[in-house]
């Protein structure tokens, strides 16, 4: 008896061409998808065209200039990456010691995550459980929650403006931003510094300070001092927005314990004001639907129960 054809399109894909559209999508065009995946062109071409005429849809519109994801393509995306997520978890689950706890905890972080707390925990678990292994990838905090969402990490460390549906989410530590300025700024040296020095002053801005981003904050401060109506540099990195402020591109916000180093070797200067700075959240994501390997659910335990005993205002950080 022949099966219809959504029984059949599982038995008759090529379970490849969903990884090579995954890759195209991602990168956000064919050659570049090539290149990422070390094939020609013409081959991930053909893939993506096999793929489409097994799905009996066009998944992407492929024209000079433009490229275009499909709303059948953003759905098929989307089960793509979680099945990724899935087949990247079979090793830790399979790495199974009844004597040692084996595996691997992929952590995807944004970019310069200081916390005292967090280390202790990774220090105490490396310990006990010397066998499991660790990557940490940098991305933004919005891929942050999306990986996690997708089941593509074992858990997360990021910011967030709003807690995503289906994720679990932890304070793992708070932070204070305070306004910097580098040793290039002329008021670097001035013995006194008001908040109507800053007026007009260039700044360098975080990706996410844009309105309901987690640093929205800091962008309402800068207006209330009144600052330049717009960044003369941005950045999703840390390091990078350190950088320009460095470079007096412009004046920018920081975490107040990650600049005190830069402080008290003389390369940043603390602008005003001093006083009801901008407060962020600092999350440890994790996904409830993911089938978690020993290490995973281990290592989740172990945050818990450290986080549990650790009142909030001791993972909170002002300098």
């Given at each position: 008896m022949n099966l219809p054809h959504q029984q059949r399109f599982p038995w008759n894909l090529d379970w490849n061409l969903l990884r090579t559209f995954m890759v195209v999508v991602e990168q956000r065009g064919i050659s570049k998808a090539a290149d990422f995946l070390g094939l020609k062109q013409p081959t991930v071409s053909a893939a993506l065209k096999r793929l489409e005429y097994s799905?009996?849809?066009q998944l992407i519109i492929r024209k000079p200039n433009e490229f275009t994801i499909t709303r059948p393509g953003q759905v098929l995306y989307t089960e793509c990456a979680k099945i990724f997520g899935s087949i990247s978890q079979l090793p830790s689950l399979l790495d199974i010691d009844e004597a040692e706890l084996r595996g691997h905890l992929s952590i995807a972080i944004?970019?310069?995550v200081v916390s005292e707390h967090?280390?202790?925990i990774l220090n105490q678990f490396s310990i006990v459980h010397p066998h499991v292994t660790y990557s940490f990838s940098v991305n933004e905090s919005?891929?942050?929650?999306?990986?996690?969402?997708?089941?593509?990490?074992?858990?997360?460390?990021?910011?967030?403006?709003?807690?995503?549906?289906?994720?679990?989410?932890?304070?793992?530590?708070?932070?204070?931003?305070?306004?910097?300025?580098g040793a290039r700024h002329p008021l670097f040296h001035?013995?006194?510094?008001?908040?109507?020095?800053?007026?007009g002053d260039p700044f360098v801005a975080f990706q996410t300070e844009?309105?309901?981003?987690?640093?929205?904050?800091?962008?309402?401060?800068?207006?209330?001092?009144?600052?330049?109506?717009?960044?003369?540099?941005v950045?999703?990195?840390?390091?990078?927005?350190?950088?320009?402020?460095?470079?007096?591109?412009?004046i920018g916000a920081l975490p107040l314990h990650v600049a005190q180093r830069d402080v008290e070797a003389g390369r940043l200067r603390q602008l005003p004001p001093f006083h009801d700075l901008p407060q962020v959240d600092i999350y440890?994501?994790?996904?409830?639907?993911?089938?978690?390997?020993?290490?995973?659910?281990?290592?989740?335990?172990?945050?818990?129960?450290?986080?549990?005993?650790?009142?909030?205002?001791?993972?909170?950080?002002?300098?």
């Open positions: 799905a009996g849809m944004t970019s310069s967090f280390d202790d919005d891929d942050v929650a999306t990986m996690i969402s997708q089941n593509r990490a074992s858990l997360g460390i990021c910011l967030l403006s709003k807690i995503p549906k289906n994720l679990d989410a932890m304070v793992l530590y708070r932070e204070y931003f305070g306004l910097y300025c001035a013995p006194e510094i008001t908040p109507d020095d800053l007026r844009a309105e309901g981003k987690p640093l929205e904050a800091i962008s309402r401060l800068r207006t209330k001092l009144g600052l330049a109506n717009t960044w003369r540099g950045s999703s990195s840390l390091n990078e927005i350190r950088r320009m402020i460095m470079a007096n591109i412009g440890l994501l994790s996904n409830p639907g993911r089938r978690q390997s020993d290490a995973e659910s281990t290592f989740l335990a172990a945050c818990r129960k450290s986080l549990s005993a650790t009142d909030l205002a001791e993972r909170t950080y002002r300098a």
